[in-house]
């Protein structure tokens, strides 16, 4: 079945240093979604991207989806101690089918 | 506007009994989706319910049920509880049946352990 790998688990970065999030999926996507996770909460939907070859940003967050739409990354530029937390990439294969996530990456923010 | 609702946020149980969570999606929304977070995973998916139909099922096995009610509201029953169930249980809710194409919104999730 499908199956959608993250590199790395897990990251600790001075405050001002920037952060980038790898997704993998054994198979092609139609489209990818990110998620973020503070400790303690749920995951919060932050985008979603669909074409192959797509870059979206959002202030000092890009997140791109790779040209064969199997994998994707959020970087973020000079990371702040709000972005603590867990990022999750999820991905599906079709219409209508089930969102398979990552197992995450855990930013920690050292100020 | 109330995001989406689940109950309880805690929940204690012991090996073999069964277990009922509730979830309430957002307002308008009509679609509610089930997944189980164990500690350091990301979500696994479990069910998918709209218009109170079974749209999707996860790798769970039969002691896992759900339905959606009139009102869109939701619940996931557990029945022969084993230790492996301890997890986050999150509920979330979208528009429309095609969660593929759309944001989840999550509740804050029951918390449950077992014994």
């Known amino acids: 079945g499908q199956q959608v790998m993250q590199i790395p688990q897990y990251q600790h970065v001075q405050e001002g240093e920037d952060f980038t999030t790898y997704c993998n999926s054994s198979?092609?996507?139609?489209?990818i979604q990110w998620y973020k996770q503070r400790p303690g909460g749920h995951p919060v939907f932050l985008i979603q991207?669909?074409?192959?070859?797509e870059v979206k940003k959002q202030k000092r967050l890009t997140f791109q989806f790779g040209e064969a739409k199997k994998n994707s990354s959020l970087h973020i530029t000079a990371t702040q101690t709000t972005d603590v937390g867990t990022y999750f990439c999820?991905?599906?294969?079709?219409?209508?089918?089930?969102?398979?996530f990552g197992a995450g990456t855990i930013l920690r923010v050292k100020s | 506007d109330a995001g989406v609702t689940q109950s309880p946020t805690h929940l204690i149980k012991t090996r073999g009994q069964h277990v009922t969570l509730r979830c309430s999606p957002i307002?308008?929304?009509?679609?509610v989706s089930w997944y189980q977070q164990v500690l350091g995973q990301g979500p696994q998916f479990i069910f998918q319910?709209?218009?109170?139909?079974?749209?999707g099922r996860g790798n769970f096995p039969d002691r896992f049920s759900a339905r959606q009610f009139p009102n869109y509201s939701s619940e996931l029953n557990v029945n022969a509880l084993l230790l492996g169930d301890s997890a986050l249980y999150l509920c979330?809710?979208?528009?429309?049946?095609?969660?593929?194409?759309?944001?989840?919104?999550f509740g804050d999730g029951t918390r449950l352990s077992i014994l």
């Open positions: 979330a809710s979208t528009w429309t049946g095609d969660t593929s194409n759309q944001p989840q919104h």
């Open positions: 319910y709209y218009e109170k139909e079974e749209r």
């Open positions: 198979t092609t996507l139609s489209n």
């Open positions: 999820a991905g599906t294969e079709g219409y209508g089918n089930k969102l398979v």
């Open positions: 307002s308008g929304h009509k679609s």
């Open positions: 991207l669909v074409k192959s070859g």
